[in-house]
């Protein structure tokens, strides 16, 4: 089992930036793809962004592409993603997820999660 604790979230104005954390601890191996996904209220929980373990070639969700940047530091099994120019729409609950199937958009593709960090972006 892989224990997963996202952290950073808050209220933001449009405009501004927030860098959310999430650590991993238990069985958890630096082999694992990590993740981030949001779901806004009254939506589907949706893809952001996720990285390999050697962080090449992170995939990104098109609607925060160039605004958001997901990074990893193995040792501490720690994963971040830095949200700049925050817009209203990407107020959200922002859950970290772990898979072990390879990097992938996909939910299916992610075994673990954690509870979700709350992102608010409002003037």
């Known amino acids: 089992q892989v224990q997963l604790v996202e952290s950073g979230g808050g209220l933001v104005q449009p405009g501004g930036s927030l860098r959310l954390s999430c650590a991993a601890s238990g069985s958890m191996s630096s082999s694992y793809v990590m993740g981030w996904f949001r779901q806004a209220p009254g939506k589907e929980r949706e893809f952001v962004a996720a990285i390999n373990w050697w962080g090449g070639s992170p995939l990104y969700a098109d609607s925060v592409k160039g605004r958001f940047t997901i990074s990893r530091d193995n040792a501490m099994n720690i994963v971040y993603l830095r949200m700049t120019s925050l817009e209203p729409e990407d107020t959200a609950v922002y859950y970290c997820?772990?898979?072990?199937?390879?990097?992938?958009?996909?939910?299916?593709?992610?075994?673990?999660w954690g509870q979700g960090t709350q992102v608010t972006v409002s003037s």
């Open positions: 997820a772990v898979g072990r199937r390879g990097l992938t958009t996909n939910q299916i593709g992610y075994e673990y």
